[in-house]
């Protein structure tokens, strides 16, 4: 995530699926839900690790997987205004060239409604 806002901006995640193949982390356990990112700064938000044993089959192959995510943001200084939703296909090379490519299924940017 990099902030091209003109000021900080406060974000969370409420939600953040990985899937490879047919695997997925149940209940993944995050360091955090999210925080600030200053104008100008980026952040790398990191989902917990699959346990090895869980995807050793792929190792020195290729798999795809689908990450979707929504993320609520706003000001620093004030609850969130906006909500991304993303849904990617993912493309990993676990071979003796790794990477990853990515190309986006579905993506929608809205405002979050305020009851009262």
Request: glycine share 4%; aromatic share 4%; net charge positive.
């Given at each position: 995530m990099f902030n091209v806002a003109s000021g900080a901006v406060k974000y969370k995640v409420e939600e953040l699926r990985i899937i490879?193949?047919?695997?997925?982390?149940?209940?993944p356990k995050y360091d955090n839900e999210g925080g600030t990112i200053p104008r100008h700064i980026g952040r790398t938000y990191r989902f917990p690790t699959f346990k090895k044993?869980?995807?050793?089959?792929?190792?020195?192959?290729r798999t795809t997987g689908v990450v979707e995510f929504s993320i609520a943001y706003g000001?620093?200084?004030?609850?969130?205004?906006?909500?991304?939703?993303?849904?990617?296909?993912v493309f990993l090379r676990l071979d003796d060239k790794p990477g990853i490519a990515d190309t986006i299924v579905s993506e929608s940017d809205s405002i979050i409604l305020s009851i009262g």
């Open positions: 490879l193949d047919d695997r997925t982390i149940a209940s044993s869980s995807i050793e089959s792929y190792l020195g192959k000001p620093h200084d004030s609850t969130p205004i906006r909500r991304l939703k993303m849904k990617l296909n």
